[in-house]
């Protein structure tokens, strides 16, 4: 793998400059930032997870569910890109 190390005593300041450090790294260095990135974020808010939580409930309690087989079949048209 063809790897290079770039060191600056410059600081990053401007969203144009982060742009473009991110446009020279490699495919799997741009994943794992993403991934970092996302992650830093990936805390919902209280309130916001008790109403999500208490919908699920509702939901169940008023029989909207689906087995895990049938949530498979569903899988994959939820992720085509039609």
């Known amino acids: 793998m063809d790897r290079k190390l770039v060191w600056t005593d410059k600081e990053m ?3 144009q400059e982060i742009k ?3 446009a020279n790294l490699s495919p799997h260095d741009k994943a794992i930032l993403t991934a970092e990135l996302f992650a830093m974020n990936a805390e919902p808010d209280d309130a916001a997870l008790e109403a999500v939580l208490e919908r699920g409930l509702k939901d169940v309690e008023a029989g909207r569910v689906h087995s895990v087989e049938e949530v498979k079949a569903m899988i994959p048209r939820w992720t085509s890109k039609s």
């Open 13 to 15: 300041s401007t969203l």
């Open 20 to 22: 473009s450090a991110i």
